[in-house]
């Protein structure tokens, strides 16, 4: 973690890029629309380090803490700056780093980190669960990997991702799987919500995910999610303290 000296200037640091980089105007601009943010913004974000915070150091990432991602988020949120950092580099970001296949993790972390790969997380079903388990869509295996069939709801993140990590029960149990954006077979609509940004549905049928892209299996696929919502949490709250302290 880092010292009261260096948290100080991070936050320094976010204040300066708000004030320099994004205003409301901008925020108004993009409001509804598809996109939602700026690529341009989001990769600045990425050379600053803050895309990689909670990113382990091998990977490209900082390899920091919490405390460290909620500075981050509760400055930008001050400016209601647009671009998906909770949903991206902390609620996907966080259920990759737990997933147990190095090479895929490797891949998309540093991708991450580098502001090159947004990825959301497409774990929920149903309204009115928060049970990680509640899972009706299927992957059936096959010669060289996995068919995906079902609906996920409520996709953070989901109107620029690049990808989405995929919860899906399999023979053995819980699984998270990597699915490419354009997929054949994975159909993506966007709810408009009340802040102007989108949730995403995901319809997957026979959507076809190569065995590489397999994430995380039954062992870690549960911890993987559950871990992830309660990062996310933590730093939506952050996100919350920061638009109310500007408010």
């Known amino acids: 973690p880092m010292s009261s000296d260096h948290r100080s200037m991070l936050r320094d640091s976010v204040a300066d890029f708000v ?24 990769r600045k974000m990425a050379e600053l380090g803050w895309l990689g915070v909670l990113v382990p150091e091998e990977h490209g990432g900082l390899g920091l803490g919490l405390a460290e991602a909620a500075i981050i988020a509760e400055g930008l949120a001050r400016a209601l700056v647009p671009e998906p950092l909770t949903a991206a580099a902390v609620l996907a970001g966080s259920a990759i780093a737990e997933g147990d296949n190095p090479q895929l993790k490797g891949e998309l972390l540093s991708g991450l ?33 996995f ?49 102007g940004r989108h949730f ?35 730093i939506a709250g952050a996100e919350l303290c920061g638009v109310m302290g500007r408010a």
């Open 19 to 42: 004030a320099r980089g994004t205003d409301i105007a901008r925020v108004r601009r993009l409001r509804g629309a598809p996109v939602e943010y700026e690529r341009s913004v989001w």
């Open 113 to 145: 980190a580098a502001g090159a790969l947004l990825p959301a997380l497409a774990w929920q079903e149903d309204a009115g669960t928060l049970d990680v388990a509640a899972v009706a869509t299927r992957a059936a295996p096959f010669e060289g990997g």
């Open 147 to 195: 068919r995906l069939n079902g609906e996920k709801r409520f996709i953070a993140g989901a109107a620029g991702a690049d990808g989405y990590v995929v919860s899906a029960g399999t023979p053995q149990g819980l699984a998270l799987f990597w699915l490419a954006r354009g997929t054949a077979g994975a159909e993506l609509d966007l709810e408009p919500l009340a802040d």
């Open 200 to 234: 995403g549905t995901l319809r997957l049928r026979d959507a076809v995910v190569p065995v590489q892209n397999r994430l995380a299996g039954a062992a870690t696929a549960r911890a993987a999610l559950e871990k992830a919502l309660d990062h996310a949490a933590v």
